[in-house]
């Protein structure tokens, strides 16, 4: 327990930090003049008080507050990035896994893995909504394909290098009680690989909700934190802190995201030197 409350402690801290950093760059760029890299201002850097008072103000005359239409927005997202997250992670350990167990695929299909990453998601995501729009699937589909996209790649890699990091003395071990190759894969590569995967998870589930922003866009859905960014992007000369207290929303999602793996890691992952990637 106190551990977990120091941890809060050291973020808030670091928060805290953050925060004086932000209002001392702004305010220093203010009181002196100075327009490099950009001029700072109330349009181009609201105050952080302005950003709250923001998300409690109405967005609309007589309609909710601005954070309870984000929070909306940020549920809808979540759940296209949880099955982004789950299709791409479930995809990313079965390629590390195929690849690890057979070295001919590893030398012939790792490099294409690889080369998939340096497509833009930008141009991969309106194919992926035209190729799977129109066909009687749940409008959250595509999105929850191009997360899949962005989180399939760190688990693949991280899942080939931690089966292949089981320790050699363990292999032989296995070896030597004739085990076949998928008891070796379950009862020594695979519990080596854990520290190595949920190190990949961890990239994986803010990449998820990045993925899924980014989906929305060319969907055309206006339900999501994409749309929101979309439409606030668009009053952003008037209105800046709209978009800021967005994008602070879609922040704190990826945080929750990355926080969530955390806690499922400190349930399956018990602690041992030989596990520390």
């Known amino acids: 327990m106190a551990t977990v409350v120091k941890k809060v402690l050291i973020g808030v801290a670091v928060l805290a930090v953050l925060c004086g950093v932000f209002q001392g760059y702004r305010l220093l760029w203010m009181e002196t003049g100075w327009t490099r890299p950009f001029v700072v201002d109330d349009i181009t850097m609201p105050s952080l008080r302005t950003i709250v008072e923001r998300l409690f103000e109405e967005n609309q005359p007589g309609g909710p507050p601005l954070v309870r239409i984000l929070l909306d927005n940020a549920w809808f997202t979540a759940r296209e990035a949880l099955a982004g997250f789950l299709l791409g992670a479930l995809i990313g350990l079965a390629i590390g896994t195929i690849l690890h167990l057979s070295r001919l695929l590893r030398r012939g299909f790792l490099p294409f893995v ?36 962005l989180t399939f790649f760190p688990v693949a890699i991280n899942t080939l290098r931690g089966l292949d990091s089981a320790q050699p003395r363990a292999l032989e071990l296995m070896r030597s009680y004739a085990a076949s190759p998928w008891e070796t894969l379950w009862k ?60 602070i929303v879609a922040a704190t999602l990826g945080i929750a995201f990355f926080l969530a793996v955390v806690l499922v890691e400190k349930l399956v992952v018990r602690a041992a030197p030989e596990h520390v990637a």
């Open 114 to 149: 690889v080369a998939s990453q340096t497509v833009p998601i930008l141009a991969i995501a309106p194919m992926v909504v035209i190729w799977l729009g129109g066909k009687g699937l749940p409008v959250w589909v595509p999105v929850a394909v191009i997360a899949a996209y």
């Open 188 to 247: 020594v590569k695979l519990p080596a690989s854990l520290p190595y995967v949920f190190s990949a998870l961890k990239v994986a589930a803010t990449a998820s909700v990045v993925g899924a922003i980014i989906g929305e866009l060319p969907s055309s859905i206006q339900d999501g934190l994409g749309g929101a960014i979309l439409n606030f992007n668009q009053y952003y000369s008037i209105d800046p802190a709209a978009l800021w207290a967005t994008n």
